[in-house]
């Protein structure tokens, strides 16, 4: 018994705390950290990878099934992207959430919009800093048309297709409106889809009307919190040792390969083939690897719009 109260009496103890309650066995709570970062699918660049179940699922997989971890807690910083990978992750995290009985703590960094809002969803609790850009609750389709600069160059367009829409919203030919129309309701789906997400997660936290809500707009942290898309503004950290005490540890998950093996493969398209590159002579690259170069730099601006949305 004295054992034991001396154990208590040194438990506070900055250097020989943790011992003592190692030996009382009272761990420090642990919160494994998950980091979803970047524009979600589309194509992955060695520069501008992409955010996809398959290059987070080994990491959520290792955050939950921590037997020692009392909660997880994901660092989102993603402008959007793909609907279907937005939910596919956001389904997973509370699939694991309910398998392994474990509260799921979100934090908004610089950006939670769109996709990256829908990411956020998957917490039973959502924080994000003040100026944190939160929201952007719609669809969007971008694209150009080029059938004026091809007539304008002297180029014949030619396709061939079996089905009337197969070339459907073509670049290169004008724009049919009923193309458009089709597009339009593809939109209303997912945006439906997406409306019934934050309702579903968010319930009566909301305090906006939804035409205000899912038109499309973004706000800071602060005035998301107002309107119901958030919980609380604050750090991970502090927000942690709040709910699991002072001596709270985070621990980072990160077992799904750095950033050249995550992107192994788009690294080995975006450069020159070795046969091209013999000792002692001059360095070539085949039509090939300068298409893939090509869409290599496409991808990472297309990447970069993502980003510029939102001042970032």
């Known amino acids: 018994m004295a054992i034991k109260d001396n154990l208590r009496a040194l438990r506070d103890q900055p250097l020989i705390g943790p011992i003592a309650r190692k030996l009382m066995g009272e761990p420090e709570p642990l919160v494994t950290v998950v980091r979803l970062t970047g524009v979600i699918g589309g194509q992955s660049t060695p520069l501008s990878p992409s955010l996809t179940l398959a290059s987070c699922a080994a990491d959520l997989e290792a955050a939950f099934t921590n037997s020692q971890a009392k909660a997880v807690a994901i660092a989102i910083n993603s402008p959007g992207g793909s609907p279907v990978q937005s939910a596919l992750i956001t389904k997973r995290v509370r699939a694991l959430a309910k398998e392994h009985e474990k509260p799921v703590f979100t934090f908004v960094e610089d950006v939670g919009a769109s996709g990256g809002y829908m990411l956020a969803l998957a917490g039973d609790e959502i924080y994000a800093d003040e100026n944190s850009v939160v929201g952007s609750i719609g669809v969007v389709s971008a694209g150009f048309g080029f059938k004026k600069l091809i007539d304008k160059v002297g180029v014949e367009r030619r396709i061939y297709t079996a089905g009337t829409s197969k070339a459907m919203l073509d670049p290169f030919q004008e724009e049919n409106p009923k193309d458009v129309a089709h597009l339009k309701k593809l939109q209303e789906e997912v945006h ?41 503004l604050g750090d991970m950290r502090a927000v942690m040792q709040e709910k699991f005490g002072d001596k709270a540890k985070l621990k980072l998950v990160h077992v799904s390969g750095g950033l050249f093996r995550r992107n192994k493969n788009a690294a080995e398209v975006a450069a020159p083939s070795a046969a091209t590159t013999a000792p002692h002579a001059p360095a070539m690259i085949s039509g090939a690897d300068a298409a893939n170069l090509v869409e290599t730099g496409l991808a990472a601006l297309e990447n970069r719009a993502f980003w510029s949305r939102f001042g970032l």
Do not use: C, I, Y
Not at 201 to 228: C, I, M, Q, V
């Open 192 to 232: 439906e889809s997406f409306k019934q997400m934050v309702r579903d997660h968010r319930g009566d936290k909301l305090s906006a009307p939804e035409d205000e809500l899912f038109n499309g707009a973004f706000w800071t942290g602060a005035t998301a919190k107002t309107l119901g898309l958030v919980d609380g």
